[in-house]
Structure formats: structure tokens, C-alpha cells
């Protein structure tokens, strides 16, 4: 199973970005899906979860109401959008499938497989 994320960049505070994750080489509705994060000189972080069909999501306390997780599965694709930037959202940015639950999580150890990460960097 393979995960490449794009939609990465260089925005000023307030600013939106869309993240998105292609899926392949699995059957994508068996996953549970997450994003995560990890900022400079930090341990990575979760940020939002969504379930197999996309009915139920969640998020950390400190994006919701800015961020939203999406999915396409005709598209074998998650999506991020992130808006109303602030300079601590600063992070390279993950996304991960776990065929272990089809619920999501915030923990990182459910996660079986995770992409490359795109650069997210939010100026002042």
C-alpha cells in the first residue's frame, strides 16, 4: 500500500491549503484514515480522523473548527482542508491508513501505513 500526499506550501497566517492523500495498492474503503503532523523538533501529532465511509470524523482540540477531513473513495483519496492558518500549524504533514479499525483513531501505533509527508509552513 502506498500514500503520497500533495498540496503542501508556503501560505501566510489566515491562509487555506488543500492536502490531499492518494491511496494505492489496497482497497481504500477498508481504511481507516488519519492526518497527523509533525513540527520542527517535535514528535508527530494527530490532527483528524475519518472513518471508512466518511460518516464520522474527529479532530485534536487544537484544529477543529479550522480543519476538515474528507474522503473520496471513487477517488482512493483523503483530503485535508486547512484554513484560518496560524504559524503553530507549521508541520510536515502525514497521512496514514489503518486496516486494523474502520473507525479511526488518534493513536499513532494504529496506523499500518504512512506517506512521505508534504511540507506545511504558515508565515507571520
Known amino acids: 500500500v502506498q500514500l503520497v500526499e500533495s498540496g503542501g506550501g508556503v501560505v501566510q497566517a489566515g491562509g487555506s491549503l488543500r492536502l490531499s492523500c492518494e491511496v494505492s495498492?489496497?482497497?481504500?474503503?477498508?481504511?481507516?484514515m488519519g492526518w497527523f503532523r509533525q513540527p520542527p523538533g517535535m514528535e508527530r501529532e494527530f490532527v483528524a480522523a475519518i472513518n471508512w465511509s466518511g460518516s464520522t470524523t474527529f479532530y485534536a482540540d487544537s484544529v477543529k473548527g479550522r480543519f476538515t477531513i474528507s474522503r473520496d473513495n471513487a477517488k482512493n483519496t483523503v483530503y485535508l482542508q486547512v484554513n484560518s492558518l496560524k504559524p503553530e500549524d507549521t508541520a510536515v504533514y502525514y497521512c496514514a491508513a489503518s486496516g486494523r479499525t474502520g473507525w479511526g483513531s488518534s493513536n499513532l501505533a494504529e496506523y499500518d501505513y504512512w506517506g512521505q509527508g508534504t511540507q506545511v509552513t504558515v508565515s507571520s
Open positions: 495498492g489496497g482497497t481504500f474503503s477498508n481504511y481507516a
